[in-house]
């Protein structure tokens, strides 16, 4: 007889053999993984996070939280290309002040982008002339003058072409009146034009032609009758 002799020993009855210590090891295992992170479950062999710690919620809420303020703190920085790599000097509540920003849109900037200097500063981040200008404007401020009168310097340094809209006086008035004044004679013109191409087509339409009617007296005397006895 030829067979497999399988022989027991007393080793082969220890509790983590037997299916009842399999379950227990198991249930143990559960409650060994559980600890301050979470319940974590072991899934063919690999741990699975079911809870994210508050600690670290907390943590991503706040880096969240600070990227919103330093977007917000950015807006309406003077940005320069030329003092890229070097440390930049703090904002001022100047920088983004109500009344140097009125200032700024008045003023033109000299890059030739035709914008104003305070919509060129924040907008066009290649510019190194809207910079330069807003320090100027803000050097004006901080010797006490007075809107006009920082308006009235750039003009005299750079000319009227400093200003977005020229002073209403002189000879600029023309630039302001001139395109309505335009728009009312070409208008008038245009209307009168066409009148008398109304007119010359009138005249020309020929009249039409009468032509004698070929019915007898008698027949046209019947046919009066029988139109007077329509009603209405």
């Known amino acids: 007889m030829v067979g497999v002799v399988r022989r027991l020993r007393p080793r082969d009855w220890r509790a983590d053999r037997a299916v009842a210590g399999r379950r227990r090891r198991g249930c143990e295992g ?12 072991e899934t063919g062999g690999r741990a699975v996070s079911e809870q994210l710690s508050r600690r670290r919620f907390f943590a991503l809420a706040a880096a969240a939280a600070g990227a919103v303020i330093q977007d917000t703190v950015q807006a309406g920085r003077v940005y320069d290309p030329q003092r890229a790599g070097r440390a930049q000097a703090p904002i001022t509540s100047a920088d983004n002040d109500a009344r140097i920003q009125a200032i700024e849109k008045k003023l033109r900037c000299s890059c030739g982008c035709g914008l104003d200097i305070y919509t060129c500063r924040t907008t066009d981040f290649q510019c190194t002339y809207s910079p330069a200008l ?5 050097r004006l401020a901080g010797q006490g003058k007075t809107a006009q009168q920082i308006l009235d310097e750039f003009v005299k340094q750079y000319g009227q072409v400093a200003l977005m809209s020229p002073p209403r006086e002189g000879f600029n008035l023309a630039g302001y009146f001139l395109p309505g004044v335009a ?3 070409a208008a008038f013109f245009l209307l009168r034009t066409l009148r008398r191409w109304t007119r010359e087509a009138e005249g020309a339409a020929p009249a039409p032609a009468t032509l004698p ?13 029988e139109l007077d006895r329509l009603p209405g």
Request: charged content about 30%; proline content about 6%.
């Open 30 to 41: 559960l409650e060994g993984v559980a600890g301050a992170s979470g319940i974590r479950r």
């Open 134 to 138: 807003h320090q100027d404007v803000l």
């Open 183 to 185: 728009i009312v004679v």
């Open 213 to 225: 009617p070929n019915a007898t007296p008698e027949e046209l005397e019947r046919l009066r009758r």
